[in-house]
């Protein structure tokens, strides 16, 4: 397991954990944001870890590179 705090504001946090549900997968990734619960899972570790980045990157409000984020749904 690994978890993560993003602060995004000095007194509001989201909280980000990835689970390995077996030791090869699938992997369950749960963002807790002030705003929403978000559950993904994915086959894969490096499918897990790249949709990490992306929400860190939208949560930390680091857009060096509007290409790499997901369109807006």
Same mark, same amino acid.
């Given at each position: 397991?690994?978890e993560?705090r993003?602060?995004?504001?000095?007194?509001?946090?989201?909280?980000?954990?990835? @689970?390995?549900l077996?030791?090869?997968?699938?992997?369950?990734?749960?963002?807790?944001? !002030?705003a929403?619960?978000? @559950?993904?899972?994915?086959?894969?570790?490096?499918?897990?870890?790249?949709?990490?980045?992306?929400?860190?990157? @939208?949560?930390?409000g680091?857009?060096?590179?509007?290409?790499?984020?997901? !369109?807006?749904?």
């Amino acid at each position: 397991m690994t978890e993560t705090r993003i602060y995004l504001t000095p007194t509001t946090s989201a909280r980000m954990e990835l @689970v390995a549900l077996e030791p090869s997968g699938p992997f369950r990734l749960i963002v807790d944001h !002030p705003a929403a619960h978000l @559950v993904e899972y994915f086959r894969t570790s490096a499918d897990a870890l790249a949709r990490w980045a992306q929400i860190e990157t @939208v949560l930390s409000g680091v857009h060096a590179d509007d290409d790499a984020l997901p !369109p807006a749904a």
